[in-house]
């Protein structure tokens, strides 16, 4: 974190740490990790799903959604951030259950 000292608060650098949270399951300190960088990723917001908080992630995802109208499960599918299928697969599942579109509103 002291690596990049203009990133005042790490953002990467927590939402990487959220990311290694979420793949070994502990999904309320992904949030927590993650939260204390400048946005929750939202790609973390399947934590909150996990956890049953649809409202919290649906709301994420639906700012995510104003933020970035074409984001969607099948573009995150194609471009993944993540080089091992079965954790693209896990992401892509918790974002789905919070709520995110398959398809971008072109796509359909």
Not at 85 to 97: I, Q
Request: proline fraction near 7%.
């Amino acid at each position: 974190m002291r690596a990049n000292p203009p990133d005042r608060r790490a953002t990467r650098v927590h939402d990487a740490i959220g990311h290694a949270h979420f793949f070994i399951g502990d999904h309320e300190k992904a949030i927590e990790v993650s939260d204390n960088g400048l946005h929750m990723d939202p790609s973390l917001q399947g934590a909150n799903a996990q956890l049953g908080r649809f409202l919290a992630a649906r709301a994420a995802i639906d700012g995510l959604l104003k933020l970035i109208p074409r984001f969607s499960l099948r573009g995150l599918e194609r471009n993944p951030r993540f080089i091992a299928p079965d954790l693209v697969r896990e992401l892509t599942d918790s974002m789905r259950l919070a709520g995110q579109p398959e398809k971008a509103p072109a796509d359909s």
